[in-house]
């Protein structure tokens, strides 16, 4: 007898027939032998009508508040779901975050586990129901409910899974897996039947929608088997692994692409020390996270322009923050931009071999694109360029990494 959870999105929980459709393939992997736990979204399109009448309410809004809000959609989902299984003859138990006890900080909006205290679902499993979990959701010390960010719900997914020890973690989306870009962007892309958690987290954090990163992170910390698949379809879906021998030659694994970048630049900065600390501190403290950054010093004239990128969503607070930071270093101007995009290649491959970059940016430049800003890691190249030119982008890079051919067809050289 295995031991497996299941998470189910928005999309599939979207209607009473893919609520029942969530049901049959619990119980089915139930009747296999098998104990089930079924975490699940709220219903497709429900967080962000919520998210539209906090925002509706005020422009700046206490993030406590938010949470409890857009909390409310799973509470529907993981009802109509266990009620759904136990109408086919089956018990089945729903619970909400904090009554599992989802156990976390209090970074509201996006708030990070800390422990799951998992011994109701024990307790359940042992007495033969299929446990029904709402994701996205949890509780700080305090006793406030907490969210744990847009996609949480794998999260969740993923760290039931490392409290129960599960067997595997089967995520089940509105795709089949995942592809090496958008098949909505680039027709001819592929899905991977592997890829390793490093190269899985990278793409999460580039953009790719298919899994949250902090779930990646949590399946690779535990090393909980992961498999991302379709509940619209069967199919054997992308399994997540550890790196081998072959991931390692291949030398680019996908494309992906953010829009949820915005620029800010400081200009006229004075050039001594202390200076990014009061900038990225004063953002530090408003919970805003920082990506790329890079910094132009004048040595004539001891000056030096500051350009970083934040969530677009973070981009009106962040100029708000930055407001008087400015003034009292004497910086000459804060500017804004939100029509920007972030494009990356990604590979366990660049460990081993050269050329990627260079790779990258003549199939860019052929295009007349041009490069805003660059960052790079082991396994990754990321771009900033202007937004309008994104999907062209995305599909110059895809064709120049010949990324439609299977792996025998691309192996590095």
Not at 18 to 42: C, E, K, L
Not at 181 to 209: F, N, Q, W
Request: a negative charge; one cysteine or more; hydrophobic letters at 45%.
């Amino acid at each position: 007898m295995a031991l497996i959870v299941q998470k189910f999105g928005g999309t599939s929980v979207g209607t009473i027939e893919r609520i029942r459709n969530v049901a049959a393939r619990a119980v089915a992997d139930y009747n296999a032998g098998n104990q089930v736990v079924v975490v699940v979204s709220a219903m497709s399109g429900e967080t962000n009508k919520l998210v539209a009448l906090i925002e509706g309410v005020a422009a700046f809004y206490n993030k406590r508040e938010y949470d409890v809000v857009v909390a409310a959609g799973e509470q529907v989902s993981i009802g109509l779901l266990a009620a759904a299984i136990e109408s086919m003859g089956y018990k089945a138990r729903s619970y909400l975050g904090w009554q599992v006890r989802f156990i976390t900080d209090s970074a509201f909006s996006k708030a990070r586990i800390k422990e799951v205290e998992a011994f109701r679902i024990r307790k359940d499993l042992e007495d033969g129901y299929i446990v029904v979990v709402a994701g996205f959701q949890g509780i700080d010390e305090l006793g406030n409910l907490t969210t744990l960010g847009r996609g949480g719900s794998d999260t969740s997914a993923v760290a039931v899974a490392a409290a129960l020890k599960a067997d595997r973690c089967d995520i089940y989306t509105d795709v089949d897996g995942v592809y090496t870009t958008d098949p909505r962007i680039v027709s001819k892309a592929r899905k991977l039947d592997h890829i390793s958690y490093d190269e899985m987290l990278e793409m999460a954090s580039l953009g790719a929608k298919v899994l949250q990163i902090r779930s990646v992170e949590l399946a690779k910390k535990y090393r909980v088997p992961l498999r991302v698949l379709s509940s619209l379809e069967e199919g054997t879906g992308t399994l997540l692994t550890e790196e081998n021998h072959m991931m390692e030659n291949i030398l680019v694994s996908g494309i992906t692409y953010d829009r949820n970048e915005a620029k800010v630049t400081i200009q006229g900065v004075p050039d001594k020390p202390g200076i990014a600390a009061a900038v990225f501190g004063a953002l530090a403290d408003a919970n805003i996270n920082v990506d790329m950054i890079i910094q132009n010093v004048s040595a004539s004239s001891g000056e030096t322009d500051l350009t970083f990128t934040v969530p677009r969503g973070d981009h009106k607070m962040a100029i708000k923050v930055l407001e008087p930071v400015v003034a009292q270093i004497g910086a000459r101007s804060l500017l804004g931009n939100v029509e920007i995009a972030k494009v990356s290649a990604v590979g366990v491959g660049m460990r081993s071999h050269a050329g990627v970059a260079q790779r990258m940016f003549r199939a860019l430049s052929q295009e007349g694109i041009n490069i805003q800003m660059i960052s790079t890691s082991e396994i990754k190249v990321s771009v900033v360029i202007d937004e309008k030119y994104m999907e062209l982008a995305v599909r110059a890079l895809h064709d120049a990494f010949e990324l439609e051919k299977g792996a025998e067809g691309r192996i590095a050289s």
